[in-house]
């Protein structure tokens, strides 16, 4: 009987790890970057253009690579919020409007951990015609002298 068992606990082991990469919710398979201009600098960003990378965003990352970020593209305009579930690091955000013209900076904060996801700061645009976010590395933006008002290419993402 205990034979029996193992082998059974065995094949269950077996199934599961065989199952998990399957369960992934991430849709990493079609992972698109594409290099854009931000102003007078060129950077690379990853594409959230579905509703799971853009829920999944930059959560559960360690960091993010010089000059690189995350485009968030919208089927519409409206107004926007986002928050730092298991985000590792500050994370700056651009609100972009569908002309290319940065409307909002903010700097989001890491949060703890612990924070329960109802808990988190909601950072919503003031503006309700929002296409386009851009998170980057905490600072970036005052790092590299982009502002409100600034015209982001995104001639390589509508093409």
């Not at 509703?51 to 993010?64: Q, V, Y």
């Not at 730092?84 to 994370?91: R, S, W």
Request: glycine letters at 6%; a negative charge.
């Amino acid at each position: 009987m205990r034979q029996l068992f193992n082998k059974n606990k065995t094949l269950i082991f077996f199934s599961i790890v065989l199952l998990i990469p399957g369960c992934n919710i991430s849709d990493d398979s079609n992972n698109t970057t594409r290099i854009i201009e931000v102003g007078n600098h060129t950077i690379q960003v990853e594409i959230a253009d579905t509703p799971i990378k853009r829920a999944n965003g930059l959560s559960f990352r360690d960091t993010l690579a010089e000059d690189h970020g995350m485009l968030f593209i919208f089927p519409d305009e409206s107004r926007r919020g986002f928050h730092m579930l298991g985000c590792k690091f500050d994370i700056d955000l651009a609100y972009i409007e569908s002309n290319g013209i940065i409307s909002e900076i903010i700097t989001m904060e890491k949060e703890p951990p612990t924070t329960p996801p109802e808990s988190l700061t909601t950072y919503l645009s003031q503006s309700t015609t929002i296409r386009y976010a851009l998170e980057m590395i905490g600072g970036w933006f005052e790092e590299h002298d982009v502002s409100v008002d600034t015209e982001i290419n995104l001639e390589q993402i509508n093409n």
